[in-house]
Each structure stands twice: as C-alpha cells, then as structure tokens.
C-alpha cells in the first residue's frame, strides 16, 4: 500500500520512496515474472528449432509435387526441381531408398516406376530426381512432356536396403548410367555425416564422356574427402584422351579397385539388367558372398 507523508516545508503531501514497501512488494514478483518469461521463451525455442520438420512422402498414398525446374543434363537425361508443400518441408526419405512415381505414357496408360532422389533430408523444401529418358519408355514418355509447373504422383519411401552407420568398414560401389542415383544418394548421406568413417569405393561405367552423370560432383567428393571416396569410371566409347577404364566393368578391375571380400565390407550394384548379371558372376568368381553383395 502506498505511504503518503506531508512535507512540512511545502505543506502538501509527496509519497516518500524511502518508506515505501511496494517496491520492496514488487521487486520479487518482477523477477519471478521475468524469470517465467524467459523459462517460456527457452522453452518455445527449444521447441521450434528442436521440432521434427514435416515429412511429406506417404508410403501408401500417392502425392502430388509440383515441378519447379527442370535442367537438361545431357541429350537423353534431365534434372528434375520439385517443390515441398512448404520452404522448410522435408521428404522423408532415409538415406538408401528410393520412392515411386506415376505417370502416363503415350496411350495414356497409367505407368509406375521406381527412382532415387539425388537430395537428402538436409536439403530442405525440395527433392530432385536425375531422370534418363528412353526413346521407347513409358515412364520416359511422361518425364519427357513434363513441364514446369506440372505435378508428380509420388509415393514412398521404398526399398529393402536399410542403411545403419557402421553396417560396413567399405563399400565398393558397381553403377551403370542412371543407376549412379542409389549410390550417389548413399554417399552424400555417408560423407555429409561426420560420424559416420565409412569409406567408399566407386566403379561407374558408361558409354561416352558425356554420359557420365553428376560427374562434377563425384570429382568434388573424390577431393573434398582424400581416402574416404574415390572414383574409377570405364566407358565402353572412350575418347582419344581418357586414362579411365574402357569396355565393361571386369572382374580385374573390380579387384584392383574394390575392398576385397570381408565379412566387414559390401558391394553393392546398380544398373541394367544385364550389366547386374554380369555384376553377380564377377563377385561370386571373386570370392564376395552373397552377404557381402547387395542389388538396389
Ligand atoms: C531402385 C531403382 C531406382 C531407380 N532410380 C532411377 C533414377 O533415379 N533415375 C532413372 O533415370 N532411372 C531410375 N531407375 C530406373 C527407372 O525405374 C525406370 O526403369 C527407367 O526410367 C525406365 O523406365 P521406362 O518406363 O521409361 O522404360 P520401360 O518402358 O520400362 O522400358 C522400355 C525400354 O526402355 C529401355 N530401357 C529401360 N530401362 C533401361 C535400362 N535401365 N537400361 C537400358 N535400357 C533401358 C529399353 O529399351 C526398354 O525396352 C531406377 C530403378 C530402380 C529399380
């Protein structure tokens, strides 16, 4: 309560702070307040920025997203832009799977098939797809047409290789042509995270120079993390300057640059049908158990 006292040299009343206990009252309750602000202002932004991001894939729906930017790679294979439904959305893919996509070929018959995204969840409000369009693919026919601005169906995620920091000392990686996206995926996620030591081996075969998909960014790994990725490419169509290797991937060169057989290293392949076949043959003839390979 306030305490008034008369002044007896002006002869009215002034309140004398001295003896007022208010703020003797207030000072604890003003600190209290402040303290409980801040508890809930910690709180709320602990809450913010430690909050799962939204995931957008559905396993069993199918969902749309919207193409935003479409870039020409080389003459048959396009980068594909697609938007989250907001700026901070993730897609909720785990690192090693992939998702599946639906769309219409020339008869206007409805197609599903699947592709890897070559972002992560650490790229946030996006996903990318790296698509090589086939003169006579059905899937190929609906990417080709795609526009910006046009949707996808997309469902996932998808796959049977569940990737465990640590699963393996080495990987040695066999790819052809667009099967580069599985791996490619699977070697961001390892290098981007610094615990995780795994070291990567990768064969990728092609048949010309210009063929070589996301080539740029595995000579960035390759000296970016010095004994930790390296990459030895084999095109069946050279050109006359080339100290990589030619033809098919050999069993010689799956020894020379691939981890030998260890219960503690994997190899994994992705390609086309017949270059996987000649893939397994190779392992097998080199001593890698089935354990020991894997076929995304
Ligand atoms: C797990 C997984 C992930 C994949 N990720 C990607 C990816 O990120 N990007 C991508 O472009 N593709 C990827 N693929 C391949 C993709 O799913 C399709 O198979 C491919 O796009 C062709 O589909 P399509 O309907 O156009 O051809 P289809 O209609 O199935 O085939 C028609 C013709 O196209 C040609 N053709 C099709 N596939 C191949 C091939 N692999 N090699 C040589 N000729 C072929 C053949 O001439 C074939 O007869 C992935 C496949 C799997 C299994």
Redesign the pocket.
């Given at each position: 309560m306030l305490k008034l006292a008369q002044n007896s040299t002006y002869g009215f009343f002034k309140m004398d702070f001295i003896q007022l206990p208010i703020t003797e009252n207030l000072q604890p309750k003003l600190v209290g307040i402040a303290v409980a602000l801040a508890v809930l202002g910690i709180t709320v932004a602990y809450i913010y920025f430690h909050k799962k991001p939204k995931v957008c894939l559905d396993p069993k729906n199918f969902k749309e997203f919207q193409l935003v930017q479409r870039t020409q790679l080389n003459h048959n294979t396009a980068k594909f832009r697609f938007a989250l439904p907001t700026p901070t959305s993730v897609l909720g893919l785990p690192v090693g799977k992939?998702v599946v996509c639906r769309g219409r070929d020339w008869f206007g018959e409805e197609?599903v098939?699947?592709?890897?995204p070559v972002t992560l969840d650490s790229d946030v409000g996006y996903f990318e797809?790296?698509?090589?369009?086939?003169p006579?693919?059905?899937?190929?026919?609906h990417f080709r047409e795609m526009q910006e601005g046009d949707y996808l169906s997309v469902k996932g995620p998808k796959?049977r290789f569940n990737y465990k920091r640590g699963q393996a000392r080495e990987f040695g990686m066999l790819a052809g042509?667009?099967g580069i996206?599985?791996m490619f995926q699977l070697t961001r996620g390892i290098l981007e995270n610094p615990k995780d030591k795994t070291i990567i081996h990768l064969i990728f075969a092609n048949v010309t120079l210009q063929d070589i998909l996301l080539k740029e960014e595995l000579d960035g790994f390759a000296s970016n993390f010095p004994g930790r990725f390296t990459v030895y490419y084999v095109l069946s169509q050279p050109p006359a300057a080339w100290n990589g290797g030619v033809g098919h991937i050999s069993k010689e060169m799956i020894a020379s640059h691939c981890p030998a057989p260890a219960p503690d290293i994997q190899i994994l392949r992705?390609g086309?049908p017949g270059m996987n076949k000649a893939m397994a043959d190779h392992l097998t003839a080199l001593g890698y158990t089935s354990k020991m390979q894997f076929e995304?």
């Open positions: 992939h197609v098939r699947p592709y890897t797809l790296v698509v090589k369009m086939y006579k693919g059905r899937m190929s026919h796959g042509g667009t996206t599985p992705c086309p995304f």
